[in-house]
């Protein structure tokens, strides 16, 4: 079976200024980003991950190199049909109301008119917005932009999604709400692409990672396998006394391992906040 | 090709109810509105012509004056909005063309001066019927012959109109295609509806002999870019029958109307199928 998305040597330039000196965002970059998997492209601002998604979807051409989605060459109908994509920030007519915009990208995306009415409930449904999906897109909250974004992106039921910063700007509640929809897509053998700085998040929720710097492919791989350092362990060890450290560190040494560090466990301030707010939503 | 049209449609409501949702409509609309019914206070300013055709010439001078401004503006913020805010990068990553992006953008913006030259059209023939009523008891008092006007002519004069303000839109769309900002399509829009109306000059001088091939070239590649906007000018014949009109003659301008119509939407189409969004 092809890979979701299958990129070759892809360069992009772009022309800056009337002498038309060459900006390189993307160099010689070669991915494969397996089916049935959230993978996350990581990167600082101006990397290329963005350029790279655009030309993926066909909104900006490649000066060299070969795309192809699920098979078929990008920048096709085809390719795009069986696609959803929330761009970064997303922005969208402020008259439609949230039910009307995903009816009209279900028009778009070649839902049939037989099954646009059932598409968009589900849709709502997965982003949780179907009780707000009455009022205009111009009365939401950023995190509920970003909700309805997501169902825009999946009313048809694509085979692949490509998430630009989903969570950017977004309160930890609304964060781990499409980490939530992240899940449930991945649940019914979806292929998501996540472009994301919250890289506790991506660290959460993605398989596989590719991490670009300046344009160039630095590093990519299964998240367990570039994360785990397998010579180092640790240990958490509840009522632990200083005696029951000092035997502990003695019968360690006794093995020839020696003992680096000993703290005490953090959860992370995002759990934290979570656990506080938890049930609060954004609306 | 069904999937298409449908996508097309979709796209041209939602530009329509954008459009028809803006100030700037709203203000054009009751101003031109204003100036058709002020049309017959100032019918005493007739500069020696009939009353009728005053009224007639100030109304559809106000109609296509402020549907140009209209039909210029409103279009480059449409396809910039679009660009702008960043929506054309949601739509143009579904299944949608740039052919169906740009027809979908001119299709809404042209039912919106659809509505424009409806309500002014519907208004023009009620100030002019009502102005022939009086006119028509006047003269029969005086035993004169009373100056009327035709509610046929009117409807076809406003469809001409229509198709003018589309020329309109498709050469601004055209534009903005290939423009990088909102002002830059405007000033470009604005000065290609000047020269539309001024294309007669080329066209007079293209049938005058002349020693310069280069000049006679000119002449002749201006005459074809150019649409010439007078020619959808038929008021006096149509409206008021104060000329006669060719066998043919509005038929053959609504279909130069028509080419140049989608010759320019055509050419957006590929300008804008190589635009990095």
Redo the contacts between chains.
């Keep these: 079976m092809s890979s979701a998305i299958s990129v070759r040597h892809l360069t992009k330039d772009f022309r800056i200024g009337l002498r038309g000196l060459k900006l390189r965002a993307v160099d010689d970059l070669s991915l494969e980003i397996p089916r049935g998997q959230v993978y996350g492209l990581l990167g600082p601002n101006g990397c290329g991950k963005s350029t790279t998604l ?1 030309i993926v ?5 490649a000066t060299a190199g070969e795309i192809s989605i699920l098979g078929q060459p990008s920048a096709t ?2 390719a ?2 069986r ?1 959803g ?1 929330l ?1 970064e ?5 402020k ?2 109301t949230g039910r009307e915009l995903v009816r ?2 279900a ?4 839902v049939a008119d037989a099954d646009v009415d059932a598409a968009v409930e589900d849709a709502l449904g997965l982003a949780a917005m179907t009780e707000a999906a009455a009022r205009p897109i111009g009365t939401y909250s950023k995190g509920m932009l970003q909700r309805i ?1 997501f169902a ?1 992106a999946v009313v048809h039921d694509p085979e692949l999604v ?1 998430l630009d910063e989903p969570t950017a700007g977004v309160d930890p509640v609304g964060s781990a709400a499409i980490g939530n929809m992240i899940q449930a897509m991945r649940a019914k053998g979806k292929t998501i692409v996540l472009c994301s700085h919250l890289l506790g998040q991506v660290e959460q929720v993605c398989d596989r990672v590719a991490i670009m710097d300046r344009g160039k492919l630095v590093l990519e791989g299964a998240v367990e396998d570039v994360l785990a350092r397998r010579d180092r362990h640790v240990l958490t060890v509840e009522a632990m006394t200083p005696a029951a450290r000092a035997a502990a560190e003695a019968a360690l040494a006794a093995h020839g391992a020696t003992v680096t560090s000993v703290t005490h466990p953090r959860r992370s301030l995002e759990d934290l906040f979570r656990e506080l707010v938890t049930g609060s939503r954004d609306a | 090709m069904q999937a298409s049209l449908r996508r097309t449609l979709w796209i041209s409501r939602v530009t329509f109810l954008e459009a028809v949702r803006q100030r700037f409509f709203a203000f054009l609309l009751v101003l031109s509105a204003a100036m058709v019914l002020s049309s017959v206070s100032f019918r005493v300013f007739d500069f020696g012509h009939g009353e009728l055709k005053f009224i007639a010439d100030f109304g559809f001078g106000g109609m296509f004056f402020f549907g140009s401004v209209l039909a210029v503006v409103m279009t480059a913020q449409l396809f910039f909005s679009e660009i702008d805010n960043r929506t054309a990068l949601t739509l143009l990553a579904k299944p949608v063309s740039r052919a169906e992006f740009l027809l979908g953008k001119f299709f809404g913006a042209w039912a919106v001066l659809g509505v424009f030259v409806a309500v002014l059209a519907s208004l023009q023939g009620t100030v002019l019927w009502a102005r022939e009523q009086e006119l028509v008891a006047q003269a029969e008092q005086a035993g004169r012959i009373p100056t009327t006007f035709s509610f046929g002519g009117l409807v076809q004069l406003a469809l001409l109109q229509w198709l003018r303000l589309g020329v309109v839109i498709s050469i601004v769309l055209a534009i903005s295609a290939l423009a990088r900002t909102f002002l830059f399509a405007v000033v470009v829009g604005s000065l290609a509806v000047v020269a539309g109306q001024l294309q007669w000059i080329a066209q007079d001088a293209l049938l005058r002999p002349t020693d310069s091939p280069v000049y006679a070239a000119f002449l002749w590649v201006s005459t074809r870019i150019i649409p010439n906007l007078q020619q959808f000018n038929l008021a006096d014949a149509l409206v008021l029958g104060a000329s006669a009109v060719e066998d043919g003659a509005v038929f053959a301008v609504f279909l130069s109307g028509l080419a140049y119509l989608a010759a320019y939407l055509t050419v957006g189409a590929l300008i804008f199928r190589r635009r990095e969004i």
Excluded: D, E
């Design positions: 655009k979807l066909g909104l900006v051409t109908s085809a795009r049909r696609t994509f761009p920030a997303p922005y969208f007519h008259f439609l009209y990208c028009q778009l995306s070649g974004g825009q490509i």
